[in-house]
């Protein structure tokens, strides 16, 4: 659609309206109205300016705003396409190319490269929501980069938000015998509440990242994850295993990954090998759980439950960790699959003792430990 | 007042901020709509800045309401004052007045403590209310506000419905760490504040240090834009650009280079992981 289709003005800002909404902005009658408003107001008469009066008024977020971005020049600054019909992503672009020069209805447009980007730009929003639901394991290497940047951005979001989450209020109980005795002097009423002290609680994060061979699609991005969860936990201890159990925490401090990843491979020897969950389990409780395990700490494995090994051993194993830990928590990618059940030897085994098992093949699964950690 | 977004760039240039005319529109609009704005934007790009400003340029008063998990009406709207309202109960115990007397004695606005929200709407000059960091507060608080933005009054159960007595100018900022709800969004204009651009956070450093040569100034900002797009933990925002600058000059640096930056990095970076992330990058960030 195109403002000259239109026979007034109003008329035009209601259509450009109807556009918004066909494109999922958020846009109904009191938005034109404040649009209409605008334009009384005069604002209509530099692009710039009536650009980023539209744009206050009908977007909710920054995405929305590369979407109006693209329909705002569509609709007000292009000359009008010759053929009609919808426009995928890559006509948008070519739209571009050939409106390169055309009759502007208000002020100045915006020369072509900004154009392309805008276009480029047009279903951001919609290509973020999918990429959250799509399976690492099926990810095209040219989404591969997308995938790595809304991850990272949403992970470090969501750590954030936990890290508030966890820490404790200042406020401890009110101590009701302290507040009796500072009372005395008020005749007994309770003018003044007196607190006990709180103990400042620091929760501590022990992750486990089944590294091995049916892992591969899943490993990067799940070590991506724990990077993202490590940057804002200072309390959180990593290892990888797959025949064997290394501790990796000290390798995840780097900001750039492929560094991580270089100086993991240079450490960790059974990358991509087979999996002895019960094993691997058995050294980190001989080593690590005595040391890392309390009524403080929450343990996390990342697994899809394969397992070469002893299961009887497994089960042992993860009993122990389980009373060791406040919440026992198994992240598996398979679990993402549909019809997807837990009848592995090695899931089999570990399910008694998990207090959650949740699925870890996408971003919007990880996302979801936010409300596993927030509530245990 | 201004009957022009352009009207509001130089008047607010003389206040010391440095607009653009995106922002200045959005303003101009918040303004004349009357309606909230919610500024969204990475920490450091000028947001809570922009209220301070405004509420100097309106010369009125600038309410501040921070948030974090936790915030309450309590804290954020009213609350009584328990300890006055207990001592009046003593006082009045001898007296002849009725209980209903005594009720409407210690729940009038003398015994009312007015939290940000609610002197913000009791003003009589519309002020300038700061909702600072809407993000960190709970859902249910946003919830709260939905009546405030909307129809600018607040109920108190044992007053009643407070209306405003005029509109106060809110700007709302959030630092996006999580997605607010539509309905208050909706109740807001929108602005995403980004990184100032080159030409832009040239104009800020020397607005703030008109002595510093433009030489070292355009180096310093192409140098800071640079280190902003190494994705750090915190990126430095124009405050950190500021500080840089202050450094710079009070060390009498002429130039930026090895030396210089390696000595001032702690006014860019606050962490340690960022300080080794610029550290392996300092060649790229000085060359052109």
Excluded at chain 1, 255 to 277: A, E, I
Excluded at chain 1, 304 to 312: E, F, H, P, Y
Excluded at chain 2, 51 to 64: D, G, K, V, W
Excluded at chain 2, 83 to 99: G, P, V, W, Y
Aim: net charge positive; charged share 25%; hydrophobic share 40%.
């Amino acid at each position: 659609m195109h403002y000259s289709d239109y026979p007034t003005f109003t008329a035009a800002f209601i259509g450009f309206g109807h556009l918004g909404r066909q494109n999922k902005l958020n846009i109904g009658i009191l938005e034109n109205q404040e649009a209409l408003i605008a334009a009384v107001e005069g604002l209509w008469t530099e692009s710039i300016i009536f650009r980023a009066a539209l744009k206050s008024i009908y977007c909710n977020n920054l995405e929305e705003g590369e979407i109006f971005d693209s329909l705002f020049d569509k609709f007000w600054l292009k000359q009008k396409p010759r053929i009609k019909g919808k426009t995928t992503f890559k006509n948008q672009s070519n739209l571009t190319k050939k409106s390169k020069g055309s009759l502007v209805m208000v002020g100045i447009g915006q020369d072509a490269s900004k154009s392309k980007e805008d276009a480029h730009n047009t279903s951001g929003a919609s290509i973020n929501h999918a990429l959250k639901k799509t399976d690492f394991a099926q990810i095209e290497q040219i989404e591969s980069r997308l995938l790595e940047e809304l991850a990272e951005e949403l992970w470090k979001q969501m750590s954030i938000r936990l890290k508030r989450k966890l820490k404790k209020s200042s406020k401890g109980k009110i101590d009701l015998s302290g507040t009796i005795r500072s009372n005395l002097s008020s005749g007994g009423s309770m003018i003044k509440l007196i607190r006990k002290n709180r103990m400042d609680q620091k929760y501590r994060l022990v992750i486990l990242l089944d590294v091995s061979g049916s892992m591969d699609k899943y490993s990067f991005f799940l070590l991506k994850f724990i990077v993202s969860l490590k940057a804002n936990f200072k309390q959180v201890e990593a290892f990888v295993f797959s025949t064997d159990l290394i501790r990796v925490t000290e390798y995840l401090n780097d900001k750039n990954l492929k560094q991580t990843l270089d100086l993991m491979s240079r450490h960790v020897h059974n990358w991509s090998s087979g999996t002895k969950l019960g094993t691997c389990l058995k050294i980190f409780n001989e080593q690590y759980a005595k040391r890392l395990l309390n009524g403080k700490t929450m343990t996390i494995i990342l697994s899809d439950g394969l397992d070469t090994g002893d299961v009887l051993l497994l089960k042992e194993e993860m009993d122990k960790i389980k009373l060791r830990t406040k919440k026992l928590i198994w992240l598996n990618p398979l679990k993402g699959m549909l019809d997807y059940q837990p009848i592995q030897r090695g899931m089999q085994a570990a399910l008694p003792s998990l207090d959650h098992f949740a699925s870890a093949h996408n971003i919007e699964s990880l996302l979801k430990l936010e409300d596993i950690l927030a509530n245990a | 007042m201004i009957s022009n977004p352009k009207e509001l760039i130089p008047k607010l240039d003389e206040l010391g901020y440095v607009i653009d005319e995106e922002l200045a529109t959005v303003i101009y609009l918040m303004l004349k709509l009357e309606k909230p704005l919610l500024l969204e934007g990475n920490p450091g790009v000028g947001k809570t800045e922009a209220a301070y400003i405004l509420s100097t340029f309106l010369q009125t008063e600038l309410i501040r309401l921070q948030c974090y998990e936790g915030l309450d009406v309590n804290a954020a709207v009213y609350e009584w004052n328990y300890q006055k309202q207990l001592l009046a109960i003593k006082i009045q115990e001898q007296s002849n007045l009725s209980t209903t007397q005594k009720e409407e004695l210690i729940f009038s606005d003398d015994y009312l403590l007015k939290r940000p929200l609610l002197r913000a709407i009791t003003s009589i000059k519309p002020p300038v209310l700061l909702i600072d960091e809407i993000d960190r507060a709970d859902e249910e608080f946003e919830a709260f506000l939905l009546e405030l933005l909307s129809a600018f009054q607040i109920t108190i159960p044992e007053l009643g419905t407070v209306k405003a007595e005029s509109k106060p100018f809110v700007i709302l900022t959030s630092n996006r760490t999580r997605e607010l709800s539509d309905a208050l969004k909706r109740r807001c204009l929108y602005y995403w504040v980004p990184y100032p651009s080159e030409a832009k956070e040239l104009k800020i450093i020397k607005k703030h240090l008109p002595d510093i040569e433009e030489k070292l100034a355009l180096q310093m900002v192409r140098t800071i834009q640079k280190v902003r797009a190494l994705k750090l933990d915190k990126s430095p925002g124009i405050a950190e650009t500021i500080d840089w600058a202050k450094g710079i000059l009070a060390m009498h640096v002429t130039e930026i280079n090895n030396e210089s930056l390696e000595k001032t990095l702690s006014c860019i970076v606050k962490s340690k992981r960022d300080l080794s992330a610029v550290r392996e990058e300092i060649h790229n960030l000085l060359t052109r």
